[in-house]
């Protein structure tokens, strides 16, 4: 792939006259995927894909494209020049732009991770063997991804990493679900079976018949995983500087009532793990570290070079979304071995689905529980619960209601698949709620 | 776009599969975004590529390609065959080419005027001068006018003869204006989260009164501002049609697809409270809801010709007088349930297997004008325009918010709400359906961003619907 990418670059850098810049893109993949159900194989197949974003810059406009990548080389230029043709025509007619990001060349880097994968053959009699006899439905989605940006100033970066992910749920008969995210770089079968093992083992705690919980409010233990949840609203108009200037964040009471929140949490874009390229889609690398909220306080929201121009702000090189790509919050001192005995009696909440806005600006989150979510009575698991759902805000239970934070942070891997497959993850650790309000 | 012939393709693949298809898609979407007086996008994505599926010992294997050349095809053919040989050992069906019916036919969506007879520059005035009218107030912080155009091109070949080509031009146009002061901020849009999507040329600026739209939009932003909080309680509501798209999709299409239902997505978007043996029995709702899965309403943002399996699409009942009768599951879902469906068996783009999609899910209007609705109130509220939507994973508890709601009094509305939201359980929510708007009242709308699936799929929707009443709902408004 890189290849294909280095001669493109080439190819289309050499179809540009004075005056004008180009910034390349590339996002690629080989994946396997196997979907289950009931621990049989649903559907199952690969996918060869590959996008080249084309900037084009010129005029003082900018233009933005994007074309399928087949491998071929003629093909490929001849869809690339062909867009640059349209493009440089289109920057004849459309509005300009006062704050255009041009590109710079400040550094090129390489980093190509090398694993000891499960084969495309091979996953099939690797993965159903320890799953047989439950009800295990989920994905497994595995192979290579790939990620690239060079601009017409010579500037260069290459990514490239390979993965695998099961990522599944364990059902009961009375459908009561566990679930688990085996994923990976290198492929270990003794780990992957022990871990599948785990996981069954974990539902003979759902056997117990579920119960009903009112509506109000309840001390409650969120696992990590449901953490990654809330943390990962952040993204989606709120650390967004632009959502914030634009009067669309949930921060807004943090820039303008200088509102906090507790002083146990903090919070970084950190790329320290190597999970995700530093590079954006500008080409710009991102500090290794920017604290986002430390102790409770808003330090740092994220600012693309977009941004920057137009509010007058300093860039930290963001995605032009501005979402966080590399989240990390810092672990506390609540051992895992005390929750239990630190919640006394509410709720234990191991995953939560299904959030939203519910109240913007006031920083409100409406969601549900799911899978092994429990009633805990004086330190001890009495039941499963049945669902429910839950609207409270971030500035209580990561605020005025947060009471611990757990000792050990976790890696909550992206698992999305839209488009293509995801890269990264969330890092954080469970919380300690003295109050978290369930309504329905 | 690189010229291809599917025919030849088809011959090219060498593997001894009892069944072969494959599907081109090719798609080009143009985006232009005019925010706060600048232009933000003026984009065109555009993606090409082969699906490649075949069926082996009862067990489907595919292999999405953007190689397409006849050693391209066959080596993914080779590969797809392989994947399905290795798993048709642990199927969770054993499939026939019963699955992919044979049909030969084309579908155009319906316009007037082609995608090119506006060009860029005068797209960029046009968002520009809605822009001007959005920002009424300097309060209003950040406005932006969006448009998407959309054209796609889908053919379909199959060794047991299938032979479909579907072409379709489609737009999405969205107005937005945020007013704020201070941490009090409200964003008013045309419609909620990008309703305006249809099959439809460039007429649509010819239809629209768009500027006068964005004009009022603008206004409503502001006078959200000030307005009171939606009271808290239980109380009648009544939904314009653009909030019942959201609606009838969370709390009636998605609880309808037959794979769900089946347990394919338990892992991802979740279950379903209904059960297979409720098909024919169930009261869904009141005997006012008679739901459609339309894929013929001319505009309508998913309609068409055939599924991605090769099934005629045609009108069919869901819902007849609250009663379920049938669900939203293609070919393989029908055969795998024996429950009675429709050609809703679909996939993104050529990237991704098709799986059961709802389409067109529509509420048919009924009796009452929007007049008579309000008129039979004492005491409620009214709701436009989604902005926030959750449903759990078995598709009954949702809690919806909305852009814009007045207070119903007497008979009458009245005072403008901020922060209006709603809470219910589907199927008694449903059965609380007390009064169903008429033809005058009828609103086609539609998503473009439908998330399902794994590996995950997002997908095009229609929902047309009346405006509704729905009798003791649990109202209530912001922190």
Known sequence: MENIFKELCTGLFAELKNDELLTLSFCGENSQFIRLNNASIRQTGLVD???????????????????????????????????????????????????????????????VKKAAGLGFDDAVDALLPAMQGVDLVG??????????????????????????????SLVT????????????????????????????????????????????????????????????????????????QQGCSGFGKMRHNDQRLSPIFTITEDFSSGLVPKFNSNGEIAPESLPLISNGELTNTLVSSRTAAEYGASTNYAEDGEEMRSPTMNPGDLAHDDVLKELKTGLYLSNIHYLNWSDNPGGRITGLTRYACFWVEKGEIVAPIETMRFDDTFYRFFGTELESVGSTAEIIPDVLTYGQRNLGAITCPGILTSEFQLTL | MQKIDLKSFLAAVDVPADWVGIREVTETNSARVVRDGVPEVNGCFTTQGLMVEVLADGQFGYYGTPNMTDKG????????????????????????????????????????????????????????????????????????????????????????????????????????????????????????????????????????????????????????????????????????????????????????????ILGDERNYAGWSFVNIDDFGKLQYGSELMNITFDPTLSSEFASYGYDDGGLEATREYIIKDGVLLRGLGGMESQIRSGVPGVANFRASSWN????????????????????????????????????????????????????????????????????????????????????????????????????????????????????????????????
Request: with cysteine; net charge negative; charged share 25%.
């Open chain 2, 352 to 479: 991704r297997a098709p799986i059961d999609r709802m389409a067109n899910i529509n509420l048919e209007p009924g009796n009452s004008s929007f007049d008579e609705i309000i008129g039979a109130l004492e005491n409620g509220v009214y709701m436009e325009s989604n902005r926030s939507w959750s449903i759990d994973d078995y598709r009954n508890k949702f809690q919806f918010g909305c852009e814009y709601a007045k207070l119903i009094e007497n008979g009458k509305m009245t005072k403008t709400l901020r922060n209006p939201n709603y809470r219910g359980i589907s199927n008694p929510f449903w059965n609380n359906l007390k009064m169903v708007g008429n033809n005058d009242t009828f609103g086609i709308y539609g998503t473009p961003n439908c998330g399902k699936g794994e590996p995950n799929q997002v997908i095009r929707v229609g929902h047309a619907s009346p405006v509704c009443m729905f009798k003791n709902v649990q109202v209530f408004g912001g922190t």
């Open chain 1, 173 to 244: 008969p009375e459908h009561q679900m566990v679930k688990g995210t085996y994923a990976g770089t290198d492929w270990n079968q003794d780990a992957y079976e022990s871990y599948v093992d785990r996981s069954i083992k974990k539902l003979a705690l759902m056997d117990r018949k579920p119960v009903r919980v009112d509506p109000g409010m309840y001390r409650t233990w969120f696992d990590a995983a449901a953490v990654a949840d809330f943390v990962d609203m952040f993204s989606w108009n709120g650390i967004s500087e632009a959502s914030l």
């Open chain 1, 49 to 111: 894909d590959a996008m080249l974003g084309l900037k084009f810059i010129a005029n003082d406009r900018t233009c933005v494209s994007s074309i399928t990548v087949s491998s071929n080389y003629d093909v490929d230029m001849a869809r690339g020049a062909a867009e640059i043709k349209r493009m440089r025509s289109e920057t004849q007619e459309i509005l300009e732009d006062p704050f255009l990001v041009l590109p710079t060349n400040a550094g090129s880097s390489r980093e």
């Open chain 2, 73 to 260: 095809i066959s080596e993914a053919a080779k590969q797809a065959y392989a994947q399905a040989k290795k798993a048709a050992q642990h199927a969770t069906y054993k499939f026939t080419d019963a699955a992919r019916p044979a049909n030969v036919g084309s579908y155009q969506s319906p316009f007037v005027k082609e995608k090119d007879t506006i060009t860029p520059g005068e797209l960029n005035k046009t968002l520009l001068d809605a822009y001007n009218q959005l920002k009424v107030s300097d309060k209003i912080v950040s406005a932006r006018a969006l448009l998407k155009t959309i054209q796609s091109l889908f053919r379909f070949v199959s060794s047991n003869g299938s032979d479909i080509t579907q072409d379709f031009l489609m737009l999405e146009f969205d107005l937005s204006a945020t007013a704020a002061d201070g941490a009090n901020q409200q964003t008013r849009t045309f419609g909620g989260m990008r309703g305006n999507c249809l099959q439809m040329g460039m007429e649509f600026f010819d239809k629209w009164e768009l500027l006068a739209q964005a004009q009022k939009i603008g206004e409503q932003a502001i006078e959200l501002l000030d307005a009171d909080e939606c009271p808290t309680g239980e109380m009648d509501l009544v939904i314009a049609s653009d909030q019942m798209m959201l609606q009838i999709h969370e709390s009636v299409g998605h609880a309808l697809e037959v794979d769900r």
């Open chain 1, 139 to 168: 994905i497994f989605a595995n192979g290579r991804m790939y990620r690239g940006n060079a601009n017409s100033l010579g500037q260069y970066h290459w990514f490239e990493t390979e993965s695998h992910c099961l990522d599944y």
